[in-house]
């Protein structure tokens, strides 16, 4: 089993900053792409980054973004504290939500929800205007 676990939510003004962290335990050597989504009230949860490794040299690399997000969101990895982090600046109102991470043996990026078998609690962001 894999367990997930997000920290780093909060509430901060439009145009700050937050990072999240997701810790992974268990049996995480096969999980090869770690992500992020969010949903919002009444909505439904959606992609935001993620992660995925390289066959060739197993290092996580190949970050990807959804529109929203690129140039704002950041997602690394440090593989040694076997946590994904998502630093998000110049944060704006539409960004509330609660944030999840996600893991997948897949390789590649996978954009949905479906494809992703681990998932963390969820932390909530608020950004207030």
């Known amino acids: 089993q894999v367990q997930l676990v997000e920290s780093g939510g909060g509430l901060v003004q439009a145009g700050g900053s937050l990072r999240l962290s997701c810790a992974a335990s268990?049996?995480?050597?096969?999980?090869?792409?770690r992500a992020w989504f969010r949903q919002a009230p009444g909505k439904e949860r959606e992609f935001v980054a993620a992660m995925t490794r390289s066959s060739e040299t197993r290092s996580s690399d190949n970050p990807y973004y959804a529109d929203s997000v690129k140039g704002r969101f950041t997602i690394s990895r440090d593989n040694a504290k076997n946590t994904v982090y998502l630093q998000m600046n110049s944060l704006k109102s539409e960004d509330t939500a609660v944030y999840y991470c996600?893991?997948?043996?897949?390789?590649?990026?996978?954009?949905?929800?479906?494809?992703?078998?681990?998932w963390g609690q969820g932390t909530q962001v608020t950004v207030s205007s």
């Open positions: 268990g049996r995480t050597w096969g999980i090869n792409t």
């Open positions: 996600a893991g997948t043996m897949m390789r590649g990026i996978q954009v949905s929800t479906g494809n992703y078998p681990y």
